[in-house]
């Protein structure tokens, strides 16, 4: 259907080369009808991402920024403008080309976890390669990579209900990487998690980006957001700022300070 | 995703509300037992019918006097006095497709054996009868054409008359009185039970020559029935034209103008009784099969259920990239897989019930292969029917809707 970016290449993340642009969007406009009502969610975005970059989308709530990351994770299309995910005009494509470039190049992580309950964490991982139609073996070995990446290879057949929050986060990255994505967009992943469990979700998240992996991050947290390397800061449906972070946070430097809670 | 795993997951589901799933399954399983049952019943009393009229004999052909049938009240008494023993004589020598004919009249009477008596019936006719009606003896032979020209006082006696009167002596060579006059017993018959068809006890008989019945009990020359062996169960209804024919010449009967006598076709008596038992099956098979639409609802209704409580798993697995077909397919196949097991523990049930409830009523088992066969295929169909909006709705969900549905 479309070429894969996944090459044959062990580590799920490297292999790439930065200052390529990944994907770009120009003049985003995005129109709800609620009732009578037009809501105007989007009032031309323009913004290009390159290879390599870590992104943190900020801004309140009816911003914009939610619109921006489903229309991004092709969970919606645009009313107008371009979005090209790879060079691909993603407006062109039907919903079964879009259910696959939400399945091989965009990973998702939720606030929520939005794991399956009564099924294990590797069966949680496995999921995408069952809809990217992969051998059997091919799906085991891919999902037990995914869980070592993020630390739970011990964990494989936890249920979702015997983990922690923060290792119930941790599968659901496995799972966004599984398939080997172009990008991983998270929404709100430290939402539902204490203070040092979200450092060590960020930890994960920047050894993957210092490997090479795209991260595009929807927080309200600032200092969340400062575990990026740039900040794009929405309000009434524009880009309000768009600038590098001068001195991010490194979270395996931070967590070294925390003390660690026992219960 | 492909076939396997689609059921895997499928599979798993039903089995995580499994109070649920066999609930659902019950409306299958009663519908699809109810189809099979009331099918193997109804196709066992067929049997059983076709099986009671072949005892009446080999391809034979009933005539009967008077107004047997048509004006229904007017039967009775042999109203007409017009068929003849001539008129027998005659169809056996010239109607090509009967090979043998005898005929018969009919009388009640009391028998007497030393202290017991019994009410039954008396026929007299002629040997023939017994070759015709393909009924053998227990003991004894029958009586001879001899004894039909001399109206001799010989009788051949049924089962039910035997058990009633010699429970435990020999009744070959006894003296008994038919009426006021005595008879030698000269044989015993074979037990032929119960006839549906005629609805009387085909053993609650005693046969005499026809003459002895005619000359010294009802005193009347003309004959109340004959029964007719045609040559082969095909030629049944050409011998049924030859004799009607004949019969009209013989009586004189102008065109236009009603029989004096009826010609019954056994094997119109087997039809008529088959396409009643068929249509008992429909009726039966229609009940079942309404239940089995009821049990679709059921499985439709829960699907739907089904759907909204799993919607934000619905919303996950279209996040990470399954197409609206995966969707469907997952959702269709849960439903097909209730349906079919449904199906398949019904078959098992219906097989079962129809087991009992031949052998309590006596009937051959009629389990037919092909009901079963329609029966699975009916509930797959029945799987992917009530299925299918379930599973259009689920893949049809807004995932960003459904990622945020609590």
Redesign the interface.
Known sequence: MMETSVDAVASPVSGRHANESVLRVEELHKYYQMGDNKVHALRGVNVEINRGEFVAIMGASGSGKSTFMNILGCLDKPSAGRYLLEGIDVAGLDKTQLAGIRNRKIGFVFQGFNLLSRTTALENTELPTLYARLDKEERRARALESLRLVGLAERTDHFPSQLSGGQQQRVAIARALVNRPSILLADEPTGNLDSRTSVEVMEIFQTLNDQGLTIILVTHETDIANFARRSIVFRDGTIRRDEMIPRRSVAAELIKTMPTLED | ??LL?TLQIALRALL?NKMRSILTMLGIIIGVGAVIAMIGIGQGADQTVQKQIATLGSNMLFISSGSATGGGLRMGNGSTKTLLEADIVAITRECPAVVAAAPGVQTSAQIVYEGDNWGTRVVGTTPEYFDIRTWDFASGTSFTRDDVTNAANVAVIGETVRKNLFPSTEAVGKKIRIGNLPFLVVGVLIAKGQSAALSEDQDDTIIAPLTTVQKKMTGQPWLRFAMVSASSRSSSYVAQQQIKALLRDRHRIRAGQPDDFAVRNLADIADVASEASKVMTVLLGSIGGVSLFVGGLGIMNIMLVSVTERT??I????????????VQKQFLLEAIAISLLGGVIGILTGVGASFIISSTAGWPIAVSTTAILIAALVSIAIGIFFGYYPAQKAARLD??EA?RYE
């Open positions: 995703m492909d795993s995580r934000r798993e919303g996950i697995r279209i996040a990470i990239g399954a197409t609206e077909g995966d995932p960003i990622l």
